[in-house]
Nanobody, 127 residues
C-alpha cells in the first residue's frame, strides 16, 4: 500500500524557517498533484499549497503566499514545503496528501479530492 510520510516539523520562534518533507512509497504518486494541508486545534483542515505532478503549476493559500514554497523531486519520491517567516498562526498539524485523480494540470483546494494522506506532523511557532 502506498504511503505518505511527513518529516521536518518542530518548535520554532516566529520569523524562523522550517522545511517539511513528504516521502511517498509508490510511483503512482509521482503522477498525482501533491498538496499540503494544515489543521489547527478547533479548526477544520485547510489547504496550504499544492503542486502538479510535473511541477509546472503551484497554488498557495493567501495566508502563506510569499512565505511558503512547495516543490517536488519525483526522482526522490518527495514533495517539500519550505516555510519562511513563520508566524504563531502557522501553528498546526501539517498533512501531506495526494490528489485521487490522474496526471492533471489543475489544482484543487478541496480536501475530499485528495485520496491519500500522511499521518501529519506538528509545527509550532512561538512569539
Amino acid at each position: 500500500q502506498e504511503q505518505l510520510v511527513e518529516s521536518g516539523g518542530g518548535l520554532v520562534q516566529a520569523g524562523d524557517s522550517l522545511r517539511l518533507s513528504c516521502t511517498h512509497s509508490g510511483v503512482t504518486f509521482n503522477m498525482r498533484t501533491l498538496g499540503w494541508f494544515r489543521q489547527a486545534p478547533g479548526k477544520e483542515r485547510a489547504f496550504v499549497a499544492a503542486i502538479t505532478w510535473n511541477g509546472d503549476s503551484t497554488h498557495y493559500a493567501d495566508s502563506v503566499k510569499g512565505r511558503f514554497t512547495i516543490s517536488r523531486d519525483n526522482a526522490k519520491n518527495t514533495v517539500y514545503l519550505q516555510m519562511n517567516s513563520l508566524k504563531p498562526e502557522d501553528t498546526a498539524v501539517y498533512y501531506c496528501a495526494a490528489d485521487r485523480r490522474g496526471p492533471i494540470q489543475s489544482i484543487s483546494v478541496v480536501p475530499s479530492l485528495y485520496g491519500s494522506w500522511g499521518q501529519g506532523i506538528q509545527v509550532s511557532v512561538y512569539s
